[in-house]
């Protein structure tokens, strides 16, 4: 099971950026995918996820109207448009994999596979 994160970079705030991941060795249509991040210092905390159909998602407050998570399922790719960025969005962000369609976990622990991150810096 592989999961490639992508998309990440040093914008300015109130920029926009759009991050990518791919899946493999997963029947993806099986799983509820979800973004998570780490800022330096932090936990890791959650940022939004997207059940199966790619119908129904969940964002955490601090992104909700900024943030936008979608999802195709030929490709098997997951999506997170971030507009306004904030410097507090600084962070590693990490896709990761929930087998099942309870889309409304938050915790980490309950998602299966996870990515290798990609980086996101906001100046200002």
């Known amino acids: 099971v592989q999961l490639q994160a992508s998309g990440g970079g040093l914008v300015q705030a109130g920029d926009s950026l759009r991050l990518s991941c791919a899946a493999s060795?997963?029947?993806?249509?099986?799983?509820?995918m979800a973004w998570f991040r780490q800022a330096p210092g932090k936990e890791r905390e959650f940022v939004a996820s997207?059940?199966?159909?790619?119908?129904?998602?969940n964002y955490a407050d601090s992104v909700k109207g900024r943030f936008s998570l979608s999802r195709d399922n030929a490709k098997k790719m997951v999506f997170l448009q971030m507009n306004g960025l904030k410097r507090e969005d600084t962070a590693v962000y990490f896709c990761?994999?929930?087998?099942?369609?309870?889309?409304?976990?938050?915790?980490?622990?309950?998602?299966?596979?996870w990515g290798q991150g990609t980086l996101v810096t906001v100046s200002s």
């Open positions: 997207i059940n199966s159909s790619g119908v129904r998602k």
């Open positions: 990761a994999a929930r087998y099942g369609n309870n889309f409304y976990s938050r915790a980490s622990g309950d998602y299966n596979y």
């Open positions: 060795g997963i029947i993806f249509i099986q799983y509820v």
